[in-house]
């Protein structure tokens, strides 16, 4: 009798937690290990949605308790500020 939760569970926590965390590899491999032990495409996609929702739900949070201590403590936010126009910051063609 196994104690331990099953390989394809595992693989799909390890999947959904990397994109949740933005971990730059590693997704490939869990993918076609995933496929290789019969997970249907659709389970996979449904833990990589699910995986992307936390995320972004997380970066949203973030973003918005960032901007109200700004706006409490300097009286503005991250969005009323203008940017250059060129380099990596400012969204210049160089940087894509």
């Known amino acids: 009798m196994s104690t331990g939760l099953h390989d394809s569970i595992l693989d799909l926590i390890a999947l959904a937690a990397r994109v949740a965390s933005n971990h730059p590899g590693g997704d490939v491999c869990l993918m076609e290990r ?3 032990q019969g997970v249907p495409a659709e389970h ?3 833990a990589i949605k ?3 929702n936390v995320r ?3 970066h949203q949070l973030f973003d918005e308790r960032v901007d109200a201590r700004m706006l ?3 009286g503005t936010t991250p969005a009323a500020a ?3 126009g060129r380099g990596c910051c400012g969204a210049s063609a160089c940087c894509n």
């Open 56 to 58: 972004d739900e997380a």
């Open 82 to 84: 203008t940017l250059p």
């Open 44 to 46: 996979i996609a449904q």
């Open 34 to 36: 995933l496929a290789a």
């Open 72 to 74: 409490e403590k300097l």
């Open 50 to 52: 699910l995986a992307r």
